[in-house]
């Protein structure tokens, strides 16, 4: 059986905010183009061992670029709180890792909690 942590609220709240921040963002790099700034379409020569193409891009849009940018700064804030936190420090450094992936998985284990 796996190890039991008792994460504090704080710590699973940015876990929880992390893994939503990265879902967002996700869905926004689905959407835009593939290039920031407008860029003509290329292809790669015929005889590439791995050819390749893309079309023209418009770039991106004011709003999705500041959204991007402002998620992306969540992002960082978020991962740097939950890897700074002093909960690790109650760890030998060989099991935070477990722990981290622990916390990483939490949600899982909450929702198998709940629906059981």
């Known amino acids: ?39 003509d379409a290329w292809e790669t020569h015929e005889n590439t061992w791995r050819p390749s193409s893309r079309p023209a891009s418009p770039g991106w849009d004011p709003q999705d670029a500041a959204e991007i940018a402002r998620l992306r700064k969540r992002e960082r804030e978020l991962a740097t709180a939950i890897v700074t936190h002093l909960y690790w420090s109650n760890f030998a450094s060989a099991d935070v890792l477990a722990a981290r992936t622990a916390l990483k998985h939490h949600h899982e284990q909450e929702m198998a909690d709940a629906s059981s």
């Open 1 to 39: 059986m796996a190890a039991s942590y008792d994460f504090p609220q704080n710590l699973t709240d940015a876990q929880d905010e992390l893994r939503q921040v990265r879902a967002d963002l996700q869905t926004l790099y689905r959407r835009v183009p593939w290039s920031v700034e407008p860029l």
